[in-house]
Nanobody
Framework: QFELVESGGGLVQAGGSLRLSCAASGSTLGLDYYAVGWFRQAPGKEREGVSCISSSGAATDYADSVKGRFTIFRDNAKKTVYLEMNSLKPEDTAVYYC?????????????????????WGQGTQVTVSS
């Protein structure tokens, strides 16, 4: 077991940018062995899968609501996964979580399955003001 720690959230005006980071501590395998997904949950709403990247970084997936604005990438040497968020909108306001999965590490089409994700972070708040 290991912990995931998100960072980079904050308050930004609409149209602005933020970069979220997801790093692992205490992992015997290393985060580079896992697919990593970003999820968000706004007050009163269900958790939404935002983006996912395979362990190698070769495959990525995005929710329709963020395509063209968000980019997921990873630096396996640093064992960190990033979510670059541009052209932020007030509706992007949510707590953002990263999660890692070893079983589906090679693909990005299972991360919206409720069973996906063996390790989860505590979340980081993103607030976009209008």
């Amino acid at each position: 077991q290991f912990e995931l720690v998100e960072s980079g959230g904050g308050l930004v005006q609409a149209g602005g940018s933020l970069r979220l980071s997801c790093a692992a501590s205490g992992s015997t395998l290393g985060l580079d062995y896992y697919a990593v997904g970003w999820f968000r949950q706004a007050p009163g709403k269900e958790r939404e899968g935002v983006s996912c990247i395979s362990s190698s970084g070769a495959a990525t997936d995005y929710a329709d609501s963020v395509k063209g604005r968000f980019t997921i990438f990873r630096d396996n040497a640093k064992k960190t996964v990033y979510l670059e968020m541009n052209s932020l909108k007030p509706e992007d306001t949510a707590v953002y979580y990263c999660a890692a999965d070893l079983t589906y590490r090679s693909d990005t089409y299972n991360y919206r399955n409720p069973a996906w994700g063996t390790n989860w972070g505590q979340g980081t708040q993103v607030t976009v003001s209008s």
